[in-house]
Structure formats: structure tokens, C-alpha cells
Nanobody
Framework: QVRLVESGGGLVQAGGSLRLSCAAS????????MGWYRQAPGKQRELVAT???????NYKDSVKGRFTISRDNAKNTVYLQMNMLKPEDTSAYYC???????????????WGQGTQVTVSS
């Protein structure tokens, strides 16, 4: 099994910054893509940003230029630096990781428990 532990959420004023972290631990041979998703009350979960093991990143259009995803493969950790935050960024943010338990196994998807980000106007 694999556990993803997120940290770094909180309350911030519009225009401010937060940095989210997500550390994976457990039975890990390697991790393919890692990413951040968010879900507001009454809405579907949506992709915010993903990053491959080689560092290739993909972003939701509305966060491009404001958010930066990065990862430390040695620490099995992914980060999300969020700048110029807006009230519409308010949501629960969830970490995701595609984990291989063994060299021959297919990747398994894991989710963190979520961390709340609230941006006040």
C-alpha cells in the first residue's frame, strides 16, 4: 500500500501565495505521473497540474502563469507553488500519484486525503 500525505493548505488573501506538498510513502518501486486536482463543494474534481517523472508539466488553463508544479523523485514528493491566488481557486486540493509497486507491475492510482485552500477577497 501507498500513503500520500498533503500539507501546506490554509487561508490566504487574494494575490497571496501558498505552497502545497505531497509526500508518498510505502511500497514504491517508482512513480510515473504525479499531480494535483481540486474539488469545490457541489462541483466535479478537476485537474490542476500534472508532472511526469521526467519533469514534463501540464496545467489547467486558468492557473497557467500563476501555479508551478515540481517534484523531487528522490523524496517521492510533489509540490504546487501557487501565486497570485484568486477567490475562485478556493477548493480542496488532492494529490495523485501513479505508483509501480514492482518493476513488472502496472501503475496503481493513489489519492491523498486533501488539503483545503481558501482565498479571501
Amino acid at each position: 500500500q501507498v500513503r500520500l500525505v498533503e500539507s501546506g493548505g490554509g487561508l490566504v488573501q487574494a494575490g497571496g501565495s501558498l505552497r502545497l506538498s505531497c509526500a508518498a510513502s510505502g511500497s514504491i518501486f517508482s512513480i510515473n505521473a504525479m499531480g494535483w486536482y481540486r474539488q469545490a463543494p457541489g462541483k466535479q474534481r478537476e485537474l490542476v497540474a500534472t508532472i511526469t517523472s521526467g519533469g514534463g508539466a501540464n496545467y489547467k488553463d486558468s492557473v497557467k502563469g500563476r501555479f508551478t508544479i515540481s517534484r523531487d523523485n528522490a523524496k517521492n514528493t510533489v509540490y504546487l507553488q501557487m501565486n497570485m491566488l484568486k477567490p475562485e481557486d478556493t477548493s480542496a486540493y488532492y494529490c495523485n500519484a501513479e505508483v509501480r509497486h514492482y518493476s513488472w507491475s502496472v501503475p496503481t492510482n493513489y489519492w491523498g486525503q486533501g488539503t483545503q485552500v481558501t482565498v479571501s477577497s
